[in-house]
């Protein structure tokens, strides 16, 4: 057993996968699997644990993205949004430097208990406050390229994934999320016990009809790319995917 923030864990007994789909919400998975896009989630969902709970408020990536790995909420561990007003400097900052934490991770908590950790993210600007702490392997997409064993645990990312760095705003770069761990990168490096991984998508609101369409595709292509690569999860590790949705 570990404790974090005052409440108590049990150490994984096998490998954990644990997916943050960033802006989805539980109808999108549902339409998904309606749509035959997500086979193998659709076995999961009969046979497996689907709870559906509420974000953090306020509704935003920052929050959210560490109360699921703090397991506490912005009251606790001080990323209260995105953005904030930073009285020492007198201007709006991001909520992305570690400074701004207040509580320890999960993750960290478990790579300091023995268990081999990855972290994972599409954006670089999760990558230091989700792997603050972390001894273990922590990396982003979107700057894959410059990963080095030093800093992020892991270096030659690119020729390993065999694939290039994608651009920000394309679901090419949550496909590399996926890709590195299909490629087992991180479990080349650590055989991972637990594994928290994270993709990024564009959910738009009240758009054209066109660009609905270039959205929706795009959100099918993630969900699709998704499903392909956990059905490839051994059957002995256990997988969690929570969704994040916005206002």
Same mark, same amino acid.
């Given at each position: 057993?570990?404790?974090?923030?005052?409440?108590?864990?049990?150490?994984?007994?096998?490998?954990?996968?644990?997916?943050?789909?960033?802006?989805?919400?539980?109808?999108?998975?549902?339409?998904?699997?309606?749509?035959?896009?997500?086979?193998?989630?659709?076995?999961?969902?009969?046979?497996?644990?689907?709870?559906?709970?509420?974000?953090?408020?306020?509704?935003?990536?920052?929050?959210?993205? %560490?109360?699921?790995?703090? @397991?506490? +909420?912005?009251?606790?561990?001080?990323?209260?949004?995105?953005?904030? /007003?930073?009285? #020492? =400097?007198?201007?709006?900052?991001?909520?992305?430097?570690?400074?701004?934490?207040?509580?320890?991770?999960?993750?960290?908590?478990?790579?300091?208990?023995?268990?081999?950790?990855?972290?994972?993210?599409?954006?670089?600007?999760?990558?230091?406050?989700?792997?603050?702490?972390?001894?273990?392997?922590?990396?982003?997409?979107?700057?894959?390229?410059?990963?080095?064993?030093?800093?992020?645990?892991?270096?030659? %990312?690119?020729?390993?994934? @065999?694939? +290039?760095?994608?651009?920000?705003?394309?679901?090419?770069?949550?496909? /590399?999320?996926? #890709? =590195?761990?299909?490629?087992?990168?991180?479990?080349?490096?650590?055989?991972?016990?637990?594994?928290?991984?994270?993709?990024?998508?564009?959910?738009?609101?009240?758009?054209?009809?066109?660009?609905?369409?270039?959205?929706?595709?795009?959100?099918?292509?993630?969900?699709?790319?998704?499903?392909?690569?956990?059905?490839?999860?051994?059957?002995?590790?256990?997988?969690?995917?929570?969704?994040?949705?916005?206002?």
């Amino acid at each position: 057993m570990i404790s974090v923030n005052n409440r108590s864990y049990r150490l994984p007994v096998h490998p954990t996968v644990v997916v943050c789909i960033d802006g989805c919400e539980p109808d999108y998975i549902a339409q998904a699997v309606a749509h035959g896009r997500m086979p193998w989630l659709k076995s999961v969902l009969a046979t497996g644990t689907v709870l559906t709970a509420d974000c953090v408020i306020p509704s935003f990536t920052n929050p959210n993205n %560490l109360s699921i790995v703090t @397991g506490a +909420p912005p009251s606790v561990h001080g990323i209260c949004g995105n953005y904030l /007003f930073d009285v #020492a =400097s007198g201007t709006e900052v991001m909520m992305n430097d570690p400074k701004w934490l207040r509580a320890p991770s999960l993750l960290a908590a478990l790579a300091d208990a023995g268990c081999s950790v990855a972290v994972i993210t599409a954006k670089d600007k999760l990558r230091k406050p989700l792997g603050h702490g972390l001894r273990g392997i922590c990396f982003s997409s979107e700057k894959a390229d410059e990963a080095t064993l030093a800093e992020h645990g892991i270096a030659g %990312l690119v020729e390993l994934v @065999g694939k +290039p760095v994608p651009d920000v705003y394309s679901a090419a770069l949550s496909e /590399f999320v996926f #890709a =590195s761990d299909e490629q087992q990168v991180a479990g080349e490096q650590q055989h991972g016990d637990c594994h928290h991984q994270r993709s990024t998508a564009e959910y738009r609101i009240d758009i054209d009809d066109a660009r609905e369409k270039r959205s929706r595709a795009f959100d099918q292509r993630v969900l699709a790319i998704l499903a392909r690569i956990l059905g490839r999860v051994p059957r002995h590790a256990a997988c969690d995917v929570p969704e994040r949705t916005h206002d």
